[in-house]
């Protein structure tokens, strides 16, 4: 398995983020309803759900739905913003097989290392005939922001190092599912756009939420302290505000479904 991302970087900057998420609490709300609107469209019941790395944002939004939740983080400050959140690992979950009607990882998966692997876990567990929903930034996300970081670095310092996460394309994701296992598995993209009138705010939110860089073979200089203000300078504009996108991949599999789940 290759080692892409520094885990305990991951760790670290959930758990910083636990105090401050509930600031970008609406962007990941936003994504997090376009996902569970996939429970729109079956009239199968779901009793019991998994919320992986839900950040206090999805259990609430399977709960109003009326299904009972568990939650868990790789950080145990951002599990604990759940009721009886667990501290768990993606890539080592404890629960026991078939646990679950319904598990849900809405832009959950993407620093993990083992992706197949994780898969395989949520698809175990699944109970047979649950649902798999999830969530993961496609190749396309942030694209402003990395090229303008890659410009800015590269007038600098002559080179560029890793900032941004690489992303999957959307073609891997149904790939990844069939990999693991699932039935019928379906992946679409959803575009997410953001603007922002102060630049430097993209740079906060991704810190409150958690998500500043953990790439393994991430530059550990200090860097420039023109780099960050020269790429913002260069992000490219609408209506006079900065753009930042979010492209995301939205994953559906099935566990063991003889037939095709009934419409509404």
Not at 142 to 166: K, N, Q, T, W
Not at 199 to 223: D, H, Q, S, V
Not at 224 to 247: K, M, N, S, W, Y
Request: with cysteine; glycine share 8%.
């Amino acid at each position: 398995m290759q080692i892409v991302f520094d885990r305990a970087a991951v760790r670290r900057h959930r758990e910083r983020a636990a105090t401050t998420v509930d600031r970008v609490a609406p962007v990941l709300a936003d994504a997090a309803e376009r996902l569970l609107e996939r429970l729109d469209d079956t009239t199968r019941h779901f009793a019991t759900a998994l919320d992986i790395g839900g950040r206090g944002v999805v259990a609430p939004l399977l709960r109003a739905r009326g299904i009972a939740t568990v939650s868990c983080d790789l950080s145990p400050r951002m599990a604990a913003l759940n009721p009886d959140g667990v501290a768990a690992d993606e890539e080592c979950l404890p629960f026991a097989d078939a646990s679950f009607d319904l598990v849900v990882a809405s832009l959950a998966l993407h620093w993990v290392n083992d992706l197949p692997g994780a898969l395989l876990l949520i698809r175990r567990a699944l109970r047979p005939g649950g649902l798999f929903l999830g969530s993961i930034p496609l190749l396309g996300t942030l694209a402003e922001l990395r090229a303008a970081l890659g410009e800015a670095e590269a007038a600098l310092r002559g080179g560029m190092s890793p900032r941004v996460s690489p992303f999957p394309a959307l073609g891997d994701c149904a790939g990844l599912l069939l990999r693991a296992g699932f039935s019928l598995p379906v992946a679409d993209a959803e575009e997410i756009r953001l603007l922002y009138a102060e630049p430097l705010m993209l740079l906060r939110e991704l810190r409150w939420a958690g998500e500043t860089n953990a790439i393994a073979e991430r530059e550990k200089r200090t860097p420039p302290r023109a780099l960050f203000a020269a790429a913002l300078a260069a992000l490219p504009e609408q209506d006079g505000r900065a753009v930042a996108t979010l492209r995301l991949g939205m994953l559906t599999g099935w566990k063991e479904v003889a037939s095709p789940p009934v419409p509404t």
